[in-house]
Structure formats: C-alpha cells, structure tokens
C-alpha cells in the first residue's frame, strides 16, 4: 500500500536554529496536512494545504513556521527558530481530495527536540 | 470552537474482554468521523464513518455514528494483547480539518 514518507525520524536541534520537516505525501493525493503531539497529549492540527497554498491553519502555526512544496513530490514544514516548546512528534498527513474518501493518512513522524 | 471528546481517557481490562470506547464531538459543519489505532507512532486508520446508524465492521472491530447524538463508539470484542494501543477519533469539519480527541489508552492483559 502507498504511503507518506516523512525525515528524519529524529531530529535534535538547538533552541533558536531553524529545522525543515520533511515529508513526501502519497504521490495523487492533493490535500496535504501537518500535525503535531507533544509527548502524552492529543494530536493537534497545525496547517493544511492545497493547490500550492494554506487552506486553513492553527493558532499554534505562527509566523515561525511555514510550509512549502518546493516540488512535485515534497511537503516541507519549516520552523524559523525553534523553541523548547517545539519539541513534539510532528506527522504528515495526506488524503486524496475526493469528497467520498476523505480517509487521511499519516506518515511515521519526525520526533523533534529541542535543546 | 471544534471539539473532540473521548472516554474513558484509559482502560485497562483482560483477554475475551469486550470493550466500548466513546467519542463525542462538536464541528462545525461535520463531514465525517473517523477511528485510528496508534501504537507507537503513526495512527493508523480502522474507520471513516458519514452516515449514522450504519455499523462498520472489520473482524473484532466495529463502530457506528449517530449523528444526532454527536457520537460514536468503537467496539473490540475478544480482546487480545495486540489491541493494546492508544485509539483515537477524529472529527473532520466542513473545511476538511480533522479535530483529534485525545484518544482512549487501551491495555490488554494476558
């Protein structure tokens, strides 16, 4: 079966660097999403994106994070300057865009921490 | 604001247990209802539930909406080891964002 493919698995940063997450979503899928769970607590939803832009976003994606797909196979979520506060498993998600299949699958994540 | 509600937050039971999980939600513009599985990291997808009354079902598994309660359960009978997880239910909006609760934890014992 297809699947979203996110990298690295692990990433250690230092509070204030900027980090890319990087994610290739299933390959005719054409909604992407990006979301995060910081370690015990629920999945929270940061961004979505479609047609080459955001359709919606949280109020936790602030003018430090940004998303871009540079091509035509990746999805990137970049955060400018990290803090310790950023430390979480981030999933990449995808679903097809018909509206009678709206299943959204995720990719194995990209554990983050921030020093 | 969009919520998604889930109970109990854990549950510990044995083997050939059966077990009934809760998710109450409030969308705006509610499309769909889904239930994941999550054991380490990715969730992976059980169901996607649109229209109430009408049980899904795959193997031990099964779920079903109601629409005008603004719930579902998600049903495992004969439980196993394997089930241990954490399952989630997520809600999606008419925007197509899909609001988490914060999952049910779920252990089985040998």
């Known amino acids: 079966e297809p699947e979203v493919t996110q990298t690295p698995s692990h990433q250690v940063t230092q509070m204030g660097q900027e980090v890319i997450l990087r994610c290739v979503p299933i390959s005719n899928h054409l909604y992407f999403y990006w979301y995060r769970q910081i370690l015990g607590q629920k999945v929270e939803f940061l961004v979505s994106?479609?047609?080459?832009?955001?359709?919606?976003k949280s109020e936790i994606f602030d003018d430090q994070f940004s998303v871009e797909r540079p091509d035509g196979s990746n999805f990137t979520l970049k955060i400018r300057s990290t803090k310790l506060e950023d430390s979480a498993m981030y999933f990449c998600?995808?679903?097809?865009?018909?509206?009678?299949?709206?299943?959204?699958?995720f990719g194995s994540g990209t554990q983050l921490s921030v020093l | 604001e969009d919520k998604v509600v889930q109970s109990p937050l854990s549950l510990v039971v044995h083997e050939g247990d059966t077990v009934t999980l809760n998710c109450s939600y409030e969308v705006t513009n509610f499309r769909s209802l889904l239930w994941y599985k999550q054991e380490k990291k990715a969730p992976t997808f059980l169901f996607m539930l649109?229209?109430?009354?009408i049980e899904k079902k795959s193997g031990r598994l099964s779920s079903i909406l109601d629409k005008k309660e603004l719930f579902s359960i998600l049903n495992i009978t004969a439980t196993q080891t394997g089930d241990s997880a954490v399952y989630l239910c997520?809600?999606?909006?008419?925007?197509?964002?899909?609001?988490f609760g914060t999952g049910t934890r779920l252990k089985v014992l040998a």
């Open positions: 998600a995808s679903r097809l865009g018909q509206s009678t299949n709206e299943k959204l699958f």
């Open positions: 994106f479609y047609n080459n832009e955001i359709s919606e």
């Open positions: 649109t229209s109430s009354g």
């Open positions: 997520a809600a999606s909006s008419g925007t197509y964002k899909y609001i």
